[in-house]
Nanobody
């Protein structure tokens, strides 16, 4: 079993930055692709970013590309999402997730383990 715990959410003004962290425990985290998703009120959960198990491949949603950066530290069993130039439309609950598969994926239903989420609020 993999357990994921997000932290680092909060409130920030537009143009500001936040860094989300996801601490993992349980099974071998370092062998799983990891992803970040978000869900705004009244909207479906959407993909934000993903990274392969070895960090060599990354995917980003078009809406965050160039502003957000996903990273991981397999030695510390953590994954992070650096969010810069935040916009009000980035307001959502952000979730980290782990997928029991070899290849990287952007599909939420391909992820097997989820954190509880952390709120990010961006004011204009």
């Amino acid at each position: 079993q993999v357990q994921l715990v997000e932290s680092g959410g909060g409130s920030v003004q537009a143009g500001g930055s936040l860094r989300l962290s996801c601490a993992t425990s349980g099974r071998t985290f370092s062998s799983y692709p990891m992803g970040w998703f978000r869900q705004a009120p009244g909207k479906e959960r959407e993909f934000v970013a993903a990274m392969s198990w070895n960090g060599r491949s990354t995917y980003y949603a078009g809406s965050v590309k160039g502003r957000f950066t996903i990273s991981r530290d397999n030695a510390k069993n953590t994954v992070a999402l650096q969010m810069n130039s935040l916009k009000p439309e980035d307001t959502a609950v952000y979730y980290c997730a782990a997928a029991r598969r070899i290849t990287i994926t952007t599909a939420a239903d391909s992820y097997d383990y989820w954190g509880q989420g952390t709120q990010v609020t961006v004011s204009s």
